[in-house]
């Protein structure tokens, strides 16, 4: 369970398109987004988990198979992800910054780290592991242990954001982060479709 956990940790440590997700939504939305993105994020993990270890020798080959066509879908998806949030820091630019609901963050962040092509990735990188000896109970407990990890690292990322939101002077300094955070995201996904030829 330890190493599942500490994988779990791996996973959300390492920067991609969705810590600078999760870290953007707590620099210019506070904690509590930041917190729920993160958890969002800690969801889509489980479920990750919970599909590799317990039907991963089924579903890795069909990853392998169509690996090119899934991350170069998942490169555009983020790349319109970062446009799309830079169009929106653009024409907000001089409105009044609108009242969102906190838990929004949690089901945009799911959503995209489930298309994340790292996430599958790293999962088919896991799966071999941690061996479950077919059981599904030990497979669940191994999934929900990567989760907590995820979770821990994730929502102390959008944390961190969050306390860098709350140090810069004004809403144009929070508007930069988020700005950069989007031309991350695109970056990443225009890295994912050249690299998948």
Not at 44 to 53: H, N, R, S, T, V
Not at 90 to 101: T, Y
Not at 113 to 128: I, K, Q, R, S, W
Not at 158 to 186: D, H, K, S, Y
């Amino acid at each position: 369970m330890l190493k599942a956990f500490l994988f779990g940790v791996i996973v959300a440590g390492a920067i991609g398109p969705i810590a600078l997700l999760i870290f953007g939504t707590g620099a210019r939305r506070g904690f509590t987004a930041g917190a729920f993105a993160g958890l969002g994020a800690a969801l889509a993990d489980l479920a990750y988990a919970l599909a590799a270890l317990s039907a991963g020798a089924l579903v890795l080959p069909y990853l392998a198979e169509n690996e090119r066509a899934i991350q170069v879908g998942c490169g555009l998806l983020l790349v319109a992800l970062g446009a799309w949030m830079l169009f929106k820091v653009l024409k907000a630019r001089d409105a009044p910054v609108a009242a969102v609901p906190a838990g929004s963050a949690f089901w945009a962040t799911f959503l995209l780290t489930a298309v994340n092509p790292m996430t599958l990735v790293v999962f088919a990188g896991v799966v071999p592991q941690l061996p479950v000896a077919g059981s599904l109970a030990r497979a669940a407990g191994l999934a929900f242990a990567l989760a907590a990890g995820s979770a821990l690292v994730n929502v102390a990322i959008g944390g961190f954001g969050a306390a860098l939101g709350r140090a810069l002077p004004a809403e144009r300094g929070r508007r930069a982060v988020t700005a950069a955070a989007a031309a991350g995201i695109a970056a990443f996904g225009i890295y994912g479709i050249v690299a998948a030829y």
